[in-house]
């Protein structure tokens, strides 16, 4: 029953060969990966205009504009980086790995860990301020406003689940839609004023001035207008998720979005500034444009849906980076090993459960209020653009390659500027609730560094050596088939071995390939230490242990003599603390409770015990 409404809401499985055909390309790729930075401008403009408005009346619109422009400076600053971050690392992981391969294990964590809170976050955000949308339309809605949320989160999650490819086709649509409008209303805006000399008066009043423009001001206006550029290290993060040739068509997608993002984010911040639009608590910067440039017709709700939608959206973004970004640091060992693993669809589906269960959390913790969550999301962000700026700059000095002088020297600003922002921000913003970010990152890195702690235990402890070989007990039945079910080649495996043993001597290790890679090794692993038994080698292009496995024994079965049974041996890990249990899979338990139906199969489980 639960396979079949599975099957119905994400799909049937998917053969691991198929891999390839779920990869995205330029067209696909633009908007999944660029709709978090892209929907930003909708509400970037209006958060430099909250902050200097109040203190600079219609002075505002000058200073406003500078700061748009100071943005948009920063981020040909991070494109330019985030190219030369997919030349460098076509694995992708972005911040994290430069972090880490150029400022040492802890900044690339720590990189990771602000990546992880980012994403996170961009969801929760996105999917409140995309049901505020929704509830300002009706507001009878609004005391459903978490409930709503929460339908919009799972329908996303379950829209992943299926995989990138149909994922990239149901959410592309509506960020094309987005784009496509923005465009039409600033062409529009510039036409009707400049070439027709429409000046209409504002829709609200304008504050009158009660100062002049200082530094720190200006410093904060430009702090809170940088969540604009939210997004744009999700290309170099999901480098693997294109289609090859890999790294160009994520440079190609980089530069599409920047130009989107510069076009976007300029045109809509000075047609603020032509149209005098003041930031109030019921409608919209965008949406008192879009009613000035085309008065309140279809257009107009037009562009309040699909801005609503696109703000949902957006979230699609965080799902198609941290799964990814989650799986590199498990295969590094500072995450649970089960984030590397493929589902059904092929996507990273326990990363995009995390991140759903995450946000979820967020959501009901913050009754889906994004002024609340807002103070949190772009510190995070801003910590990881300068990480790898700052690796960037420092991998540069270290090579010297062609034109490292150049390369070095903006990678370098852009160190300054983001970590200007980043001070900036924690300070604006830490009594509204940044200081979360300050205590969950850190203890983030700390759960990182145990968790590698534990794996490395684990590895020094059931490593083999060459002083370690099978020994032979007293065999009691040498024509019982005994199947010692083989993932890696270690010292529980050799105890499994010896067990057997003792019951028969017709024995064999099966191993179902789901990672070619993993089998290769495992391959040249059995022949240099030679356990002196045959390796069947079963290929699954399901990614499932359990069918290969039945029909193996069920083949066993018909040359055996009527009645006898076969023998399954499992090894299963003892931890001693609890909370070691999540890091490990338990696909032992799914083996055992399957294996229990069949009358003629015995399963033997080998404890092996990890010692603190």
Not at 19 to 34: A, D
Not at 165 to 174: A, I, N, R, T, W
Not at 454 to 474: C, F, M, S
Request: glycine share 8%; hydrophobic share 50%; net charge positive.
């Amino acid at each position: 029953m639960f396979s079949k409404i599975r099957e119905v809401l994400i799909g049937k499985t998917l053969k691991t060969e198929e891999l390839e055909g779920e990869k995205l390309n330029v067209l696909w790729g633009l908007p999944i990966l660029s709709s978090d930075a892209v929907s930003s401008v909708a509400y970037a403009g209006e958060e430099i205009l909250i902050v200097l408005i109040g203190v600079m009346g219609s002075m505002a619109y000058k200073y406003m504009f500078y700061a748009a422009v100071c943005i948009v400076l920063l981020l040909l600053i991070l494109v330019f980086s985030y190219m030369q971050t997919i030349d460098s690392y076509p694995s992708g992981g972005g911040s994290y790995i430069v972090a880490k391969d150029n400022l040492g294990v802890t900044p690339g964590l720590t990189a990771g860990a602000a990546l992880t809170i980012g994403y996170v976050l961009t969801v929760a955000v996105s999917i409140s301020a995309g049901t505020a949308a929704i509830t300002s339309a009706m507001p009878f809605l609004y005391k459903y406003k978490v409930s709503i949320a929460l339908l919009m989160l799972l329908i996303i999650t379950i829209g992943n689940l299926r995989g990138t490819k149909e994922s990239s086709k149901l959410f592309g649509v509506p960020t094309y839609i987005f784009i496509g409008s923005c465009v039409v209303l600033i062409v529009t805006g510039f036409v009707r004023h400049y070439i027709f000399g429409y000046s209409p008066q504002a829709l609200f009043s304008m504050p009158k001035q009660v100062g002049d423009i200082t530094l720190f001001l200006f410093l904060r206006a430009f702090a809170s207008g940088c969540s604009g550029l939210t997004g744009v290290e999700a290309v170099s993060n999901g480098i693997p998720n294109f289609q090859e040739p890999s790294q160009k068509n994520a440079k190609i997608v980089l530069v599409l979005l920047g130009g989107l993002v510069f076009f976007i984010f300029i045109g809509i911040s000075f047609l603020a500034t032509i149209y005098n639009a003041v930031p109030v608590s019921n409608m919209t910067v965008l949406a008192q444009i879009t009613q000035q440039v085309f008065g309140k017709n279809i257009m107009f709700y037009f562009i309040q849906v699909i801005t609503a939608v696109i703000l949902i959206m957006a979230a699609n973004t965080s799902y198609a980076g941290l799964p990814l970004l989650l799986s590199l640091m498990g295969n590094d060992g500072y995450a649970p090993r089960q984030f590397s693993q493929r589902g059904k669809r092929l996507s990273f589906s326990n990363g995009i459960i995390v991140l759903a269960v995450a946000s979820a959390i967020l959501i009901i913790v913050f009754q889906g209020d994004t002024h609340a969550l807002l103070p949190l999301y772009a510190i995070g962000v801003f910590i990881s653009f300068t990480l790898s700026q700052v690796g960037m700059f420092l991998k540069w000095k270290r090579d010297k390659t062609v034109g490292w002088k150049f390369k070095a020297a903006v990678n370098g600003f852009g160190a300054i500027v983001t970590f200007i922002t980043v001070i900036l921000i924690g300070i604006t913003k830490f009594m509204d609730g940044a200081w979360i970010v300050c205590i969950i990152l850190p203890l983030l890195v700390y759960f990182m560094l145990k968790i590698k702690n534990h794996y490395t235990h684990v590895v020094e402890q059931i490593r083999l050596t060459n002083d370690l070989r099978p020994k032979v007990g007293a065999i009691t039945n040498n024509d019982q088939h005994v199947i010692i079910l083989l993932g890696t080649l270690n010292k529980s495996f050799l105890k499994a071995l010896n067990c057997a043993r003792c019951l028969s001597q017709n024995v064999v290790a099966f191993h179902v390939s789901t990672d070619p890679e993993i089998t290769q090794k495992l391959k040249r692993k059995w022949k240099e230490y030679n356990p002196g038994i045959p390796l069947i080698i079963e290929h699954s292009s399901y990614r499932d242990v359990m069918e290969p496995l039945m029909n193996f024994i069920q083949s066993e079965e018909r040359s055996s003599k009527h009645g006898e049974t076969v023998t399954v041996v499992l090894t299963q890990f003892v931890i001693t603390r609890w909370w070691h249990n999540l890091l490990h899979n338990q696909t032992g338990y799914f083996i055992k409770s399957q294996l229990y139906k069949n009358r003629n199969v015995a399963v033997l489980t080998v404890p092996y015990i990890i010692k603190e």
